[in-house]
Structure formats: structure tokens, C-alpha cells
């Protein structure tokens, strides 16, 4: 098998292409990049992949697909840099690339749940045909061979490999409603709202009641927070009352002891003492 060759090289910016159908590149991280690339510079190079193009005259043309860095690389393009510094990869095919985008991925990039389970699902399925490692023996079925792969090569739990999968199995219109809900970022939700039959109406509605839900739910504990200081600012102006009517009707001399007396009993046994003196 031939050997990948990676090296590190400065290459010119506008010759990078980043192809389209790659995650969005977030203003708010490229502007915070941009602020520490002014002070400490590029820290972490990006990479790419060589791609060289045989001209019609039989002359080569070489340009760079990029894997990883569509932040830093934003970023340079702000700061009016012509080079950028690059891990350069020769010889990789389009599911290596991919493989390697995804790893950038789930250890660089800030990922919703549905986001990280998506790109382990697709490792799981790139990597049989990569060829990346040897199959485990044993008997295991083909789903756990690929699930104990990627936990072996990402490096993650094979139960969260398992439940990337079950989310990722999610439909495409259920996976848009967990979006819009602000569900996307939940996995035990994700996982609830699946439908063994990938019936996608019944997955949505399960995301809209698991929202409507966690919305009532919040309501109720604020409700219940409110109370609270509703009652405790009734208690306060009760004391204040209590308080203002003793100094009232007892003489200065005698407070130290009615307060020893408050403070070593309860109000429900003061209570019922003075019920049974007033009988």
C-alpha cells in the first residue's frame, strides 16, 4: 500500500479551496481567533490536501482542498495574510479526508449532540471502507465491529458510539424540529424522540411534547421561585409587625428574655400555649 505523505508547509491563502457542504464558520470564534492571531500568531497550522490538475498544454497545476481549520483559515483571510501555515497531505482519497475532517471535528470544534453523533455515525461508516483497522474476532456482527472501531480510534466509550448512532438514525425533518426546539443539544431527548419504524411525524411530535414539556416544567419551578419570595417578604413584614407590637406593650427590660424565650422555642408550641391560656 502506498504511504500517505503529510508535511508541513507555508501556502499561499487564495490557492486553498474549501468545498462547499462544510460546517458554518461562526463569526464570534473567527473574531476571537482573529484577536489572538494578531498577539501570538497561528498556533495550530491547518490542513490540506494537495490536489494537482494535468493542464490541456500537459502542464501540472497544483492546488489545496481544505480539511480542517475553516476558522483559522477565515481568520487569516481577515487579518489580509497571503500565506498560512498548513499540514499538506499527498495521496489521500476522498474518505480519508473525510475521516480526517471529522476528527478535527470532534476534537476542535464546539459540536451540538446531534452535530457530534452525526459525524461518529459517519466514521463508523467510512471506516470499513477505509480499511483503517483490522476487523475484531469473535463472532461480534458487523454493526459492533465498526462501533468498537470508532471507540478504539476516536478514543470515546462504545455505549456513546452505540447512542451516536441511534441519534444520528434520526430523520431528516426531526433532526431540523430538534434544531428549531433547542433540542439538538440534548441526547437524552434526541434519544426519546426516535421511532423504531422511522416514522417522521411521530418523531417530531415527540420532540415538540418533550419541548412543550421541559417548557412547562421550567415555568412551574419559576412559579414556584416567585412564591417563594412572595412568601418570604410576608413573613419579613409579619416579623416586623410582631416585633414593632412586643417593644409596644413590654417594657425595654424585659426584651432580652422575651427574645431568649422566641429563640428557644418553636412558633407552633408558643402557639398552642397561648391557646390554651386564652380557653
Not at 497545476?61 to 483571510?77: P, V
Not at 466514521?123 to 478504539?152: F, M, R, Y
Request: proline letters at 2%; aromatic letters at 4%.
Amino acid at each position: 500500500m502506498k504511504k500517505n505523505i503529510t508535511t508541513l508547509e507555508d501556502i499561499y491563502i487564495n490557492d486553498i479551496q474549501v468545498c462547499e457542504g462544510r460546517r458554518h464558520v461562526d463569526e464570534a470564534t473567527v473574531a476571537a481567533l482573529t484577536a489572538s492571531m494578531v498577539e501570538i500568531g497561528l498556533k495550530v497550522p491547518i490542513s490540506v490536501r494537495l490536489i494537482v490538475i494535468e493542464l490541456d498544454d500537459g502542464d501540472n497545476e497544483g492546488t489545496y482542498q481544505l480539511i480542517a481549520g475553516a476558522h483559522r483559515l477565515a481568520a487569516a483571510k481577515q487579518l489580509g495574510w497571503d500565506f498560512i501555515a498548513a499540514f499538506v497531505s499527498r495521496d489521500e482519497s476522498d474518505d480519508q479526508v473525510k475521516l480526517w475532517e471529522i476528527a478535527e471535528n470532534l476534537h476542535r470544534a464546539e459540536l451540538s449532540v446531534l452535530e457530534r453523533s452525526e459525524h461518529i455515525t459517519e466514521w463508523v461508516l467510512l471506516t470499513d471502507k477505509v480499511g483503517q483497522s483490522a476487523h475484531p474476532s469473535g463472532g461480534i456482527q458487523p454493526a459492533d465491529k465498526g462501533i468498537s472501531k470508532a471507540s478504539k480510534e476516536l478514543g470515546i466509550e462504545r455505549t456513546e458510539v452505540r447512542r451516536s448512532t441511534k441519534i444520528a438514525g434520526l430523520t431528516p425533518e426531526a433532526k431540523k424540529v430538534a434544531v428549531e426546539v433547542g433540542l439538538d443539544g440534548n441526547a437524552s431527548a434526541l434519544l426519546a424522540a426516535k421511532d423504531k419504524s422511522g416514522d417522521a411525524t411521530k418523531e417530531i411530535a415527540n420532540l415538540r411534547a418533550d419541548r412543550a414539556r421541559r417548557d412547562a416544567e421550567k415555568e412551574r419551578k419559576e412559579v414556584e421561585r416567585s412564591n417563594r419570595g412572595i412568601n418570604s417578604a410576608i413573613a419579613v413584614t409579619d416579623a416586623e409587625q410582631y416585633a414593632e407590637w412586643l417593644r409596644e406593650h413590654s417594657a425595654i427590660q424585659e426584651m432580652p428574655t422575651i427574645i431568649s424565650w422566641i429563640e428557644g422555642t418553636k412558633n407552633k408550641d408558643v402557639i398552642a400555649a397561648i391557646r390554651r391560656q386564652s380557653a
